[in-house]
């Protein structure tokens, strides 16, 4: 971490003390032929793979889950992870938001050196996860008996394709060395109700097994889980993503950082890129608000999408 020394690292605030802390005991590593750091990618994404295998046997041994189907088990780890990922993420954000200027298409070098690490950890980590999951699509859609790659489901060409853009959204701003924060606040956008997502989504399967559809704690942490996960994913879909995604597209746009740093082309797939977020949440708005109505109205809530 020698780009901080000019920063006592005491004086930081403490989250980020302690993502140095790790960063410092992971080798440096630099994609072939360039200097960009990707060390800390594939440190996260080993440390990421290592949670679902262990999210596999606490589900299993701790929580009773059935061992087969082994893809009940599978699901319940993925989202174990999901969560993991990003309850560490967003504090980290926030954090860095909190210590610096809000400007979508800012140059890195306008920001502290210790700032600038730290953002580059936390796209790094990011980055890790997306590797990591759809690494684990492709893994789970391979058949290791006839050693021969199933055909994807429709699902998994959505995500796959997803985690792809994102990566290059991602890789883009560490190659210019702008526009980060536009990466970083549609990252916010996207996990701020990712742990509340992945709860629901363990206890919907919980309640369909023998182990725990009788337990009324998981029934509790079901019903009022759903009720936030609901609120927060409508308010971050319908109310906030849609205003700040309106700002960030005429900055991208517009200012004169953008026009300086970005070339056209990439400002246009990077507009693209954030409202194709907005719009393909259609089908999970309609599907939450349906959630959070039968709360009010009295009716049964679903568990299954």
């Not at 790659?149 to 394709?161: K, N, R, S, V």
């Not at 290059?168 to 060395?177: D, E, K, V």
């Not at 079901?222 to 597209?249: T, W």
Request: with cysteine; aromatic share 12%.
């Amino acid at each position: 971490m020698s780009d901080t020394k000019e920063t006592n690292v005491q004086e930081l605030p403490k989250l980020v003390q302690y993502w140095f802390k790790v960063l410092s005991m992971v080798p440096s590593l630099k994609f072939p032929g360039t200097q960009m750091e990707i060390g800390f990618t594939l440190f996260s994404s080993i440390v990421l793979f290592c949670i679902r295998l262990l999210g596999i046997q606490l589900l299993q041994q701790i929580f009773s889950w059935p061992i087969e189907p082994k893809s009940i088990a599978i699901e319940g780890s993925a989202s174990i992870v999901g969560i993991v990922h990003s309850t560490l993420l967003c504090p980290g954000l926030m954090v860095a938001f909190s210590n610096h200027r809000y400007h979508p298409s800012e140059p890195r070098k306008c920001a502290p050196m210790w700032w600038q690490t730290f953002i580059d950890t936390l796209i790094q980590f990011c980055t890790g996860y997306m590797i990591y999951d759809g690494s684990m699509i492709l893994l789970n859609r391979f058949d290791f008996d006839t050693m021969t790659m199933m055909p994807l489901q429709g699902d998994d060409i959505l995500f796959l394709g997803h985690h792809l853009a994102t990566t290059l959204y991602m890789i883009q701003t560490r190659i210019y060395q702008a526009g980060h924060m536009s990466a970083m606040m549609c990252m916010v956008l996207g996990e701020l109700s990712n742990p509340s997502m992945n709860l629901w989504f363990i206890t919907s399967k919980a309640m369909t097994l023998q182990c725990c559809q009788d337990n009324i704690i998981v029934q509790m942490i079901h019903k009022y889980n759903e009720i936030f996960f609901c609120l927060i994913y409508l308010m971050l879909r319908v109310i906030l993503g849609p205003l700040i995604c309106i700002h960030m597209s005429y900055n991208i746009f517009c200012s004169q950082h953008a026009k300086d740093y970005l070339p056209i082309p990439l400002r246009m797939f990077w507009n693209a890129m954030i409202w194709m977020v907005i719009l393909g949440s259609y089908s999970w708005i309609v599907f939450t608000y349906g959630l959070l109505m039968k709360h009010f109205d009295g009716s049964t809530t679903e568990s299954e999408l």
